[in-house]
């Protein structure tokens, strides 16, 4: 009897794995790819580029607005804001656009999702109870609220090692990026010293560094892209003052910076950034294009959930 179970064990748990793992692979694109919103066609929708702004392809095809796209860590799927039953919430889709569905059962009125690198969760913005940051389960579970940040603020950003999520709040009446480290729920301000109105916190991919806009006086009336270390040193001035600079996203390989830039009587495109060497691409041209989000196959470090058989093995010899 122990045999059968065995067997039957080891050919269902083989099964899941590899359709699991396929189906992961399938939906992933294989190159490359910056998602994005845009309203070229005259409404809001989720698009995909390569890097170098070639082959945008229109993922999303719905009447309502869709914004804010993010990949998940392995790219299998795209999550997205979308106010297609009457005020902006979560969704989440398969990467080429199928497949779109609800996070929550429960509307409200959800905002400016990243992942966690696990992928299990997420975080996001969210009015109910009160404006805040909060992490649920990718399926709307487990809902968390984790610090507090007004209707304008927001802009979480979920740093790889798990434990600290940056996001914009009130300081004294300004806006700054803060870090709520997950767990103990402390929070400290990123840049104490420095002058306020600073937006849109985007770790780097090892976490060390964190990109963000700061809207300066000094810099003329006008915003930026700026780098620096997660301990606040080595700060740096990444792009030229413009009249917007939103929405900076590394490069998975994090020598690059894709943001929305808005020169002065000019809309709103994506351009890509050398960190180094500040030599700058535009990427988009057609409408407003905003919100951008890299994913690069290449930089996968694991494969994607090989580990389930080991863990269903390692339950199943605990109880024979």
Known sequence: MKSIRIFIFCWVGLALVFTHVGRVWAQAPK?????????????WE??????????????????????????????????????RNG??????????????RRVF????????????????SIAFHAETPQWSIQTATIHGGSVNQVAFAEWRGGNPSWSPDGKEIAFVGNVGGTRRILIVKLGSGNVRTFLPKEKSWMYSPAWSPEGDKLAFTWYRWDIGDKSAIFVANRDGSRLKQISKPAL????????????????????????????VIDV?????KQLTRRGLNITPAWFNPT??????????LTTTWGKTKRQD
Do not use: C
């Not at 190159?31 to 409404?43: D, L, M, P």
């Not at 005020?87 to 779109?100: C, I, N, P, T, W």
């Not at 929405?247 to 994506?270: C, F, L, N």
């Not at 180094?276 to 700058?280: H, I, L, P, S």
């Open 105 to 120: 059962g429960k509307s409200a009125h959800r905002a400016e999702p990243t992942w966690s690198p696990d992928g299990d």
């Open 31 to 43: 190159t490359e790819k910056i998602a994005f919103s845009s309203n070229r066609k005259g409404n």
């Open 299 to 308: 930089t996968l470090s694991v494969a994607p959930q090989p580990h389930l």
């Open 46 to 83: 989720i698009y995909i580029m390569n890097p170098d702004g070639s082959r945008q392809e229109r993922l999303t095809r719905n009447g309502a607005g869709d914004y804010s796209p993010v990949w998940s860590p392995t790219g299998e799927q795209i999550l997205f804001v979308s106010d």
């Open 276 to 280: 180094k060497t500040g030599r700058k």
């Open 244 to 271: 917007g600079a939103y929405s900076p996203a590394w490069s998975p390989e994090g020598d690059k910076i894709v943001y929305t830039e808005e020169p002065v009587g000019k809309d709103r495109q994506i351009v």
């Open 87 to 100: 005020f902006r919430d979560l969704y989440v889709m398969d990467a080429d656009g199928s497949r779109v």
